[in-house]
T-cell receptor
């Protein structure tokens, strides 16, 4: 089982460049999430999509946009990359169970450096 | 805003020792709490999920407890092994979002 797949795994950008991080899940999950992980800060939620066709801001949405392309895919876009966006980005998905007690499943992350 | 704290930030124990990792959260209005393991350079692997109505959950050598009213959870690891070395994170689910602690880095010395 592939689970949650993120591409690319590594990327180096120059300040001002744009790029899109891709995430796909094959578990038929309704909800998908984008996090960033920085040293000493833990994981912080950027955006999430509770179901296909909806997206909502998380804790740190500034400088990012998302698209829930279909039930499988949830992309994260940096329109004009800044050094402060250097981080490890994780995508996660979750089946929205009846009592909302379903675990999250994570991809392996995208390591992004912005010079 | 929900805040999640994990103490200690790092822990080093000899192989075979039983150990407890701690997680505390400020708002008791949670649906569930999830414990994860993260190996260096890797994603998060789910270990245990405790529903808000449960007191504990067990999987193999792992036992997680939840005291929602006091805002605390513990992860108990029995008979630790070098392969348990990793960072352990807890996360609480508030209905829409998950809030994560910063993790405890565990080293088990052979």
């Amino acid at each position: 089982n592939a689970g949650v797949t993120q591409t690319p795994k590594f990327q180096v950008l120059k300040t001002g460049q744009s790029m899109t991080l891709q995430c796909a899940q094959d578990m038929n999950h309704n909800s998908m999430y984008w996090y960033r992980q920085d040293p000493g800060m833990g994981l912080r939620l950027i955006y999430y999509s509770a179901s296909e066709g909806t997206t909502d801001k998380g804790e740190v949405p500034n400088g990012y946009n998302v698209s829930r392309l279909n039930k499988r895919e949830f992309s994260l876009r940096l329109e004009s990359a800044a050094p402060s966006q250097t981080s490890v980005y994780f995508c996660a998905s979750r089946s929205q169970g009846r009592f909302s007690n379903q675990p999250q499943h994570f991809g392996d992350g995208t390591r992004l450096s912005i010079l | 805003k929900q805040e999640v704290t994990q103490i200690p930030a790092a822990l080093s124990v000899p192989e075979g020792e039983n150990l407890v990792l701690n997680c505390s959260f400020t708002d008791s209005a949670i649906y569930n709490l999830q414990w994860f393991r993260q190996d260096p350079g890797k994603g998060l692997t789910s270990l245990l999920l405790i529903q808000s109505s449960q007191r504990e959950q067990t999987s193999g050598r792992l036992n997680a407890s939840l005291d929602k009213s006091s805002g605390r959870s513990t992860l108990y690891i029995a008979a630790s092994q070098p392969g348990d070395s990793a960072t352990y994170l807890c996360a609480v689910f508030t209905g829409n979002q998950f809030y994560f602690g910063t993790g405890t880095s565990l080293t088990v010395i052979p």
